[in-house]
């Protein structure tokens, strides 16, 4: 059905600007959820010199920024008004073009979460992000265009979570998925990316001890039979399961490997490789110890079973996403050590320790590994038999926000920076 809530939009349509060089970052950590961007460069110093515009935002956030054609899209907050705004700027001088904003209320949430913590997600014209309408206790996925008209909303419904919402959608084909498992139960959807009515939705009823706040991944199957695609989703109360992305139908689950949260989101390992063959790793939050972090193999012949491969014995992450080329998997820990993992069998090749945490997920681009650390220090990494630090650069977070947590954009060889209250584009000149 779709949603009643009353949206307070301000439309600031200030310019229209012809596309840029070409190039998307539809969604969050890029294409397909990969975190790899092979072909593009982007400095190595982030500075001064290599700083091609910066604007600022009138409120903080998390949420990642996406990218499609010249066109930037990213959220902010106004905790003191109540409010949530999707902000769009040019790409290539970060000129304002439009704004919108939604009313989200009076509303709690953990100290390191905010209300604009979800990553908005991209398709051709078509722009959606999720919100909490605190006056109605409904999630909302709202939908506009790329010129911010509006298009349609869509109650997700109620939600239960000690740490606040962040519901990532993604979009297949014109599908918009969302995952919403909280404590309360919930379902996983696709939604008509011009209409938003439904087309499946999955319930998965069982209460949950906890929220999960990982991204779905949408995996090709490799088996003759059966969809093409598949939708892969991970949480407390069902584990990890695998559902035809044309029906929601299941098609393979492998419950009961989770106990705590899950945020790591699901990454197909071997994607990288050319090989018919996948690897899915996931992992969930464990008190007092190494968290949980597994390779599953999924099936793709129908009835199949899916199998766990490996499991990561130490310095698993709880936060940050791995990224994998299909030769080597990078493994970022929460608390700064480095991993570079062989993918098939989980053993790993080196570590690094790093100074601070991590919560920003890890990103490929141009065959180097760049990390972001909470404390805004942006890590330029060759990886090959070990880590080599090539450049650490200081962000300098401005004191409306306490950590750096967003996970950056990269299109049109530049990286686009969410820092606190503040939006950066870095290239070379």
Same mark, same amino acid.
């Given at each position: 059905?779709?949603?009643?809530?009353?949206?307070?939009?301000?439309?600031?349509?200030?310019?229209?600007?012809?596309?840029?060089?070409?190039?998307?970052?539809?969604?969050?950590?890029?294409?397909?959820?990969?975190?790899?961007?092979?072909?593009?460069?982007?400095?190595?110093?982030?500075?001064?010199?290599?700083?091609?515009?910066?604007?600022?935002?009138?409120?903080?956030?998390?949420?990642?920024?996406?990218?499609?054609?010249?066109?930037?899209?990213?959220?902010?907050?106004?905790?003191?008004?109540?409010?949530?705004?999707?902000?769009?700027?040019?790409?290539?001088?970060?000129?304002?073009?439009?704004?919108?904003?939604?009313?989200?209320?009076?509303?709690?949430?953990?100290?390191?979460?905010?209300?604009?913590?979800?990553?908005?997600?991209?398709?051709?014209?078509?722009?959606?992000?999720?919100?909490?309408?605190?006056?109605?206790?409904?999630?909302?996925?709202?939908?506009?265009?790329?010129?911010?008209?509006?298009?349609?909303?869509?109650?997700?419904?109620?939600?239960?979570?000690?740490?606040?919402?962040?519901?990532?959608?993604?979009?297949?084909?014109?599908?918009?998925?969302?995952?919403?498992?909280?404590?309360?139960?919930?379902?996983?959807?696709?939604?008509?990316?011009?209409?938003?009515?439904?087309?499946?939705?999955?319930?998965?009823?069982?209460?949950?001890?906890?929220?999960?706040?990982?991204?779905?991944?949408?995996?090709?199957?490799?088996?003759?039979?059966?969809?093409?695609?598949?939708?892969?989703?991970?949480?407390?109360?069902?584990?990890?399961?695998?559902?035809?992305?044309?029906?929601?139908?299941?098609?393979?689950?492998?419950?009961?490997?989770?106990?705590?949260?899950?945020?790591?989101?699901?990454?197909?390992?071997?994607?990288?490789?050319?090989?018919?063959?996948?690897?899915?790793?996931?992992?969930?939050?464990?008190?007092?110890?190494?968290?949980?972090?597994?390779? &599953?193999?999924?099936? @793709? =012949? %129908?009835?199949?079973? *899916?199998?766990?491969?490996?499991? !990561?014995?130490?310095? $698993?992450?709880?936060?940050?996403?791995?990224?994998?080329?299909?030769?080597?998997?990078?493994?970022?820990?929460?608390?700064?050590?480095?991993?570079?993992?062989?993918?098939?069998?989980?053993?790993?090749?080196?570590?690094?320790?790093?100074?601070?945490?991590?919560?920003?997920?890890?990103?490929?681009?141009?065959?180097?590994?760049?990390?972001?650390?909470?404390?805004?220090?942006?890590?330029?990494?060759?990886?090959?038999?070990?880590?080599?630090?090539?450049?650490?650069?200081?962000?300098?977070?401005?004191?409306? &926000?306490?950590?750096? @947590? =967003? %996970?950056?954009?990269? *299109?049109?060889?530049?990286?686009? !920076?969410?820092?606190? $209250?503040?939006?950066?584009?870095?290239?070379?000149?």
């Amino acid at each position: 059905m779709k949603g009643t809530a009353l949206i307070s939009w301000v439309s600031l349509l200030l310019l229209e600007s012809a596309a840029g060089e070409g190039g998307n970052w539809p969604r969050f950590r890029g294409p397909d959820g990969s975190g790899v961007a092979a072909g593009q460069e982007i400095p190595l110093e982030l500075g001064e010199s290599t700083r091609a515009w910066s604007v600022s935002l009138p409120g903080p956030g998390s949420s990642s920024p996406v990218v499609w054609d010249n066109r930037v899209f990213v959220t902010s907050e106004d905790r003191a008004r109540g409010l949530v705004r999707l902000h769009c700027f040019e790409a290539k001088a970060g000129t304002p073009l439009w704004r919108k904003e939604v009313k989200v209320g009076a509303y709690l949430t953990h100290k390191m979460n905010n209300t604009a913590a979800a990553t908005p997600a991209l398709a051709e014209d078509l722009v959606v992000f999720s919100w909490y309408d605190s006056s109605r206790k409904v999630a909302v996925l709202s939908a506009c265009s790329h010129e911010g008209r509006d298009l349609w909303n869509y109650d997700i419904g109620e939600f239960k979570g000690a740490h606040g919402l962040n519901i990532v959608p993604v979009i297949h084909e014109g599908s918009v998925i969302i995952a919403h498992l909280h404590q309360r139960g919930g379902y996983v959807a696709s939604l008509n990316g011009k209409t938003g009515e439904p087309e499946w939705k999955r319930l998965y009823p069982r209460p949950s001890p906890k929220t999960t706040y990982m991204t779905p991944l949408i995996r090709r199957r490799h088996g003759a039979d059966g969809p093409e695609y598949e939708v892969v989703v991970s949480s407390t109360s069902i584990g990890v399961r695998g559902l035809n992305v044309e029906n929601g139908r299941e098609l393979w689950s492998l419950p009961d490997v989770f106990n705590e949260r899950c945020i790591v989101s699901p990454v197909d390992i071997l994607a990288g490789s050319g090989e018919k063959d996948s690897l899915l790793t996931v992992g969930c939050k464990r008190e007092g110890g190494n968290n949980v972090f597994l390779a &599953v193999r999924p099936p @793709d =012949a %129908s009835g199949g079973k *899916a199998e766990v491969v490996w499991q !990561l014995e130490n310095n $698993a992450p709880y936060v940050p996403t791995p990224v994998s080329d299909g030769k080597t998997l990078y493994v970022l820990a929460d608390r700064g050590v480095l991993q570079a993992v062989d993918p098939r069998s989980g053993q790993p090749k080196w570590e690094k320790k790093f100074q601070g945490n991590f919560y920003a997920s890890p990103l490929l681009i141009g065959g180097r590994l760049f990390c972001l650390s909470r404390d805004g220090e942006a890590y330029s990494i060759e990886v090959d038999k070990e880590a080599r630090v090539l450049a650490i650069s200081d962000l300098r977070a401005g004191d409306e &926000v306490t950590w750096v @947590d =967003a %996970s950056p954009a990269v *299109a049109h060889n530049s990286l686009y !920076l969410r820092v606190g $209250a503040r939006l950066d584009c870095y290239r070379r000149k």
